[in-house]
């Protein structure tokens, strides 16, 4: 069965280093995700993205966020300057389509800042 | 702000038994919902998704869905051990609005 994937699984960084996550979304999918769960928290939307742009961002994908996607296949998540607070579970999720369509979920990306 | 409520439990059941869970929004325009599972230090796993009022069966699992009193519910028949986890109710708003807004999900054990 298809799946995303995501690499690395964890990633640990001193402040202020920038971090690159990785994602491979299912193979049909057009739509892309961000999210992220702070230990304890609820997941919480960080970006989407189709047709190589962004399509909608929260708050929290401030100007220290970037996304790519740099060939066929791969979706990654840039931290520019990270924070002790970015420590987190980063999930990518893709969908087939936008809107309301089901979105799966890669295995997730433990980020922690020192 | 876009609110998804949830009991975050826990809610213990015995092996065997239905274990029931619920989840509120606060968004009237929301138009598709989902329930994931999520073991501890784990990803999302999607159980089951409903668009339209009423009931949705899949195997062991029943989705409900009430748009006018905007409750939504998960049950689970036949409990299991192996069901232990976060059940994680998530809504999204429909249209152009492709984020999913999760609540804080409902730890369910499930004794054998």
């Known amino acids: 069965e298809p799946e995303v994937t995501q690499t690395p699984s964890h990633q640990v960084t001193q402040m202020g280093q920038e971090v690159i996550l990785r994602c491979v979304p299912i193979?049909?999918?057009?739509?892309f995700y961000w999210y992220r769960q702070i230990l304890g928290q609820k997941v919480e939307f960080l970006v989407s993205?189709?047709?190589?742009?962004?399509?909608?961002k929260s708050e929290i994908f401030d100007d220290q966020f970037s996304v790519e996607r740099p060939d066929g296949s791969n979706f990654t998540l840039k931290i520019r300057s990270t924070k002790l607070e970015d420590s987190a579970m980063y999930f990518c999720?893709?969908?087939?389509?936008?809107?309301?369509?089901?979105?799966?979920f890669g295995p997730g990306t433990r980020l922690t800042v020192l | 702000q876009k609110e998804v409520e949830q009991n975050s439990g826990p809610l213990s059941v015995p092996e065997g038994a239905i274990a029931s869970l619920n989840c509120t929004y606060s968004?009237?325009?929301?138009?598709?919902f989902f329930w994931y599972r999520q073991y501890s230090g784990k990803s999302p796993e999607l159980i089951m998704f409903?668009?339209?009022?009423g009931d949705k069966e899949d195997g062991r699992f029943t989705a409900q869905l009430n748009k006018a009193s905007q409750y939504v519910s998960l049950l689970i028949r036949d409990s299991q051990p192996s069901d232990s986890a976060t059940y994680l109710c998530?809504?999204?708003?429909?249209?152009?609005?492709?984020?999913?807004?999760f609540g804080k999900g409902t730890l369910l054990t499930v004794n054998p």
């Open positions: 998530a809504v999204n708003s429909g249209g152009s609005n492709y984020k999913l807004t």
């Open positions: 968004d009237r325009g929301s138009q598709s």
């Open positions: 993205f189709y047709n190589n742009e962004i399509s909608e």
């Open positions: 193979s049909n999918h057009l739509y």
């Open positions: 409903i668009y339209s009022n």
């Open positions: 999720a893709s969908s087939e389509v936008g809107g309301p369509d089901t979105q799966y």
